[in-house]
């Protein structure tokens, strides 16, 4: 997961200032969060699990995260 996500942003660049960014299937939400801290100016998380949700928007307010939407529902749905 850590590689593929390092590929990922290698791919996309170090700046993502002023972007938005969707993350689907947001699990621990790293995509999303480096894609905050790349300069992103919001990013969407969308994760069906109840449990991992709780989890995702507890650690968004514990990093402080700003521009960061994290809504329940199904990616696939959701696209």
């Avoid at 791919?11 to 972007?19: C, E, K, P, S």
């Amino acid at each position: 997961p850590d590689r593929v996500r390092e590929t990922l942003f290698n791919w996309l660049g170090r700046d993502l200032t002023g972007m938005v960014c969707l993350d689907l299937f947001a699990g621990s939400g790293a995509l999303g969060f480096e894609a905050l801290s790349r300069g992103a100016a919001s990013v969407i998380m969308v994760e069906k699990n109840p449990a991992v949700l709780r989890a995702l928007r507890d650690n968004a307010q514990k990093l402080g995260a700003t521009g960061l939407t994290v809504v329940r529902g199904d990616a696939l749905e959701f696209v």
